[in-house]
């Protein structure tokens, strides 16, 4: 599931140095034109040192970071830009523990890039078509670690109280969408199905009661997991979609370990983008990652672990 032509040697050779992956970054940020990140105003002047700029407009001085993922970091280009090297090519994703030890940063660095990053691997937004599968995971480790409760330990397997619960649908041949969710009650999974699948499309889904009334607006086929049915004739079968959370729980438990309720769906977001990109060339992802960069805002220490 690694982007094809992903050599670590040709990205260190075209990202050689700091004054490299400036211009780069900076055709990527003015590519429909010169602004500034204050006020909008498309007249800047740039200072000699190459690293500053100054709006005509409102007199303000500004970075080629200002009001990206990167804010005002103080991080050189070049270390971002194998940070996110490493986190669209790992399979299986990187640790902050790993990534502070080849980038050159502390680990509460690493982990603070790492969420950055992950920020900027939005999912796509139009209604996925065709044949979908459609399935729930839940995140939280194995019960038998816990100290449950009586009521924990009587709903556990599916119990939101200890665990997260995950939604995905995966398009054939197409897109993986994943949400973190509060429960996985019958509205709301027809609540992101209804938001992500065209209606009409055929859908696949294991015989979970929350599937129930889907028939209602799509072609709906389900397979018998509770009677250990895992494929019909006619490929009717959610394999694909298993595959994905099999990815996911291998990061899980082999990189990550653990992953808070509150950024679940970041580590979602970052698993979802390889596998919709794991057939475009290297290039063309790690010009879309830093396309989402300079378009999203910066996500604050302060933000992130409140």
Not at 182 to 206: C, F, W
Not at 245 to 259: A, D, N, P, T, V
Request: hydrophobic share 30%; charged share 25%; with cysteine.
């Amino acid at each position: 599931m690694t982007p094809k032509s992903a050599s670590l040697d040709a990205f260190l050779t075209q990202y050689k140095n700091e004054n490299a992956c400036r211009k780069f970054f900076e055709q990527i940020r003015f590519r429909k034109g010169d602004y500034c990140p204050h006020c909008g105003f498309t007249t800047i002047y740039r200072f000699d040192d190459g690293k500053r700029y100054r709006c005509a407009g409102c007199k303000k001085d500004f970075t080629i970071k200002t009001g990206t993922v990167f804010g005002e970091s103080k991080i050189p280009l070049r270390k971002w830009f194998i940070a996110i090297y490493l986190l669209t090519t790992c399979r299986k994703g990187i640790s902050s523990v790993q990534l502070s030890k080849q980038v050159g940063v502390t680990q509460k660095t690493a982990w603070f890039m790492d969420h950055r990053i992950r920020k900027a691997m939005k999912q796509g937004q139009g209604q996925l078509f065709g044949i979908i599968e459609a399935d729930e995971t839940y995140v939280g480790g194995k019960d038998k670690n816990k100290h449950l409760s009586m009521r924990q330990a009587c709903t556990r397997g599916r119990s939101t109280d200890v665990k997260t619960p995950v939604f995905g649908m995966v398009q054939r041949d197409g897109e993986v969408r994943a949400a973190a969710i509060p429960d996985a009650r019958m509205l709301t999974l027809e609540k992101h199905i209804s938001g992500n699948v065209q209606i009409g499309s055929r859908t696949y889904t294991d015989d979970f009661l929350s599937y129930y009334r889907l028939s209602k607006w799509y072609e709906h086929e389900k397979v018998q997991h509770s009677q250990g049915q895992y494929v019909r004739p006619g490929g009717i079968h959610t394999n694909t979609t298993e595959c994905f959370w099999s990815l996911f729980k291998r990061g899980y438990i082999g990189i990550y370990h653990w992953m808070s309720r509150k950024h679940v769906q970041r580590y979602v977001d970052e698993f979802a983008y390889r596998f919709n990109t794991r057939q475009l060339d290297f290039t063309d992802v790690f010009t879309s990652m830093v396309n989402n960069v300079s378009d999203s805002t910066r996500l604050s220490y302060k933000a992130l672990i409140a």
